[in-house]
């Protein structure tokens, strides 16, 4: 079975400054897909980023990047000039198209003004 | 445009009652998901429809638990005999398995507390 892990429980950072967060991952598959999503407190968990694992080329939106590295089953999320607004649990997730999803134990991010 | 919707939101019941809950997805969304998410954990996969048809069921579904989508719109979600383990958040989520971005969009949830 797919297993997603995310072995940083909680992690902080200064407002305006730069963290990743980390996510691993182990399938016997060759084409899925990779989520980060994020969970606000009390508030509906909302897609950040994907990526294909067919794309060599690692996905951007915004301030929000991963770093994909399919031998290594490694995908970890970067985020840049981090904002008071980017404090929430993140989760990582895997699925192979429009089945299951699978998520990590999921990352609190705090924000630090 | 409507997002996902769920009933009710807090739920609070005796150990050994039934419960129900609902779920509208995003209204031309043909798949729909049901998660259970306990606190400070990941969501774990229940089960998911397409259409009206059930097409996977988790083994954490036990035979307490039954989930139905009669006319492929919402979807209910019902507990027998609840249990104190089955506090937990329910999640619903739905998606259109025609979509290539295969992004789930996700509900507020549906807490329950079993005392």
């Known amino acids: 079975a797919q297993t997603v892990t995310q072995s940083q429980p909680e992690m902080s950072v200064q407002e305006a400054e730069t963290v990743t967060l980390s996510c691993t991952y182990d399938?016997?598959?060759?084409?899925?897909?990779l989520f980060w999503y994020k969970q606000p407190p009390s508030r509906q968990m909302i897609l950040v980023i994907r990526?294909?694992?067919?794309?060599?080329q690692n996905a951007t939106e915004n301030r929000f990047s991963v770093n994909f590295q399919k031998a290594a089953k490694s995908f970890s999320l970067k985020i840049s000039d981090s904002q008071l607004g980017d404090a929430a649990m993140y989760f990582c997730?895997?699925?192979?198209?429009?089945?299951?999803?699978?998520f990590g134990q999921g990352t609190r991010l705090t924000i630090n003004p | 445009d409507t997002g996902v919707s769920q009933d009710p939101r807090h739920k609070i019941t005796k150990r050994g009652q039934n419960v129900t809950f609902r779920c509208d997805p995003i209204?031309?969304?043909?798949?729909l998901y049901w998660y259970r998410q306990t606190l400070g954990q990941g969501p774990e996969f229940l089960t998911y429809?397409?259409?009206?048809?059930?097409?996977?069921k988790s083994r954490l579904l036990s035979d307490r638990f039954s989930a139905e989508r009669p006319k492929g719109s919402f979807s209910t979600l019902e507990i027998q005999r609840t249990e104190q383990g089955d506090s937990a958040m329910y999640l619903c989520?739905?998606?259109?398995?025609?979509?290539?971005?295969?992004?789930?969009?996700f509900g507020p949830g549906t807490r329950l507390t079993v005392t």
């Open positions: 989520a739905s998606s259109h398995d025609r979509d290539p971005t295969y992004e789930q969009y």
């Open positions: 399938t016997s598959e060759s084409d899925y897909y």
């Open positions: 990526q294909e694992a067919y794309k060599q």
């Open positions: 997730a895997y699925s192979e198209g429009a089945q299951k999803l699978v």
């Open positions: 209204s031309e969304h043909n798949r």
């Open positions: 429809f397409q259409n009206e048809a059930q097409l996977e």
